[in-house]
């Protein structure tokens, strides 16, 4: 079974701190993304990657970055962090098509709650 | 790009009664449309999807209905359990790996 793992599961910091949040993914796929999570506003696209050192701008990538050195493993960076970035951030990888998926299927991580003070 | 409106945001129901989410999208080149079930602190899972080519999908309990020409699809759960109680998603994409999620349905279902 595809395991997403997040490296918290709650976070608090501080405003203006840089904060990582971590994941990492089992199943050698090629394609991660993360997310977050609103009330109300679903789920938001940040940032994706469809391979290493790949990196794609989503729908809201102001104030975060990313890094992926590693296949199995994506990290979001948020650079300076602010009040508004509280918030649950979901990671999530899938499996290109062209190699053999049979679906867009998306595997979750469990998520980070983060609480920016 | 794709822009996927979800109604409604929020669903009652007792328990053994029916449940229908609807989704739209924009995109006509859309063919994929995934819907995810996230139950209460946990990770979205997927439950079922359809693609473009096909106007209905069932699982046990639960069916997808396309109707392309629309531009919409709908999520039916029938004789609904409290276990079915979760905040549900549909997603669109068009081929790529990036679908484009709508804002959410939270079901309650009441015993």
């Known amino acids: 079974d595809v395991k997403v793992t997040q490296s918290s599961r709650y976070l608090v910091k501080r405003t203006g701190e840089k904060v990582f949040l971590e994941c990492v993914q089992d199943m050698d796929h090629e394609n991660m993304f993360w997310y977050r999570q609103d009330p109300g506003l679903g789920l938001r696209l940040i940032y994706f990657?469809?391979?290493?050192?790949?990196?794609e701008k989503g729908d809201i990538p102001e104030g975060y970055s990313v890094s992926r050195e590693k296949k199995e493993r994506f990290s979001l960076i948020l650079e300076s962090a602010s009040t508004n970035q509280t918030s649950m951030y979901l990671c999530?990888?899938?499996?290109?098509?062209?190699?053999?998926?049979?679906?867009?299927?998306?595997?979750f991580g469990s998520g980070t709650q983060l609480s920016v003070l | 790009g794709e822009n996927v409106e979800q109604h409604p945001s929020t669903l009652s129901v007792q328990e053994g009664d029916s449940a229908v989410i609807k989704c739209t999208y924009s995109d006509s080149a859309s063919n994929y449309f995934p819907w995810y079930k996230q139950e209460l602190g946990k990770r979205p899972q997927l439950i079922i999807d359809?693609?473009?080519?096909?106007g209905e999908k069932k699982d046990q309990r639960i069916a997808v209905t396309l109707n392309k020409t629309a531009k919409h699809f709908s999520l039916h759960i029938t004789e609904t359990q409290p276990e079915d109680s979760a905040v549900y998603f549909c997603?669109?994409?068009?081929?790529?790996?990036?679908?484009?999620f709508g804002r959410g349905t939270s079901l309650i279902v009441h015993p």
């Open positions: 359809i693609r473009s080519n096909v």
């Open positions: 990657s469809y391979d290493v050192k790949m990196k």
């Open positions: 997603a669109a994409s068009r081929g790529s790996y990036i679908p484009t």
């Open positions: 999530a990888s899938s499996f290109p098509l062209l190699q053999g998926a049979t679906n867009e299927k998306l595997f």
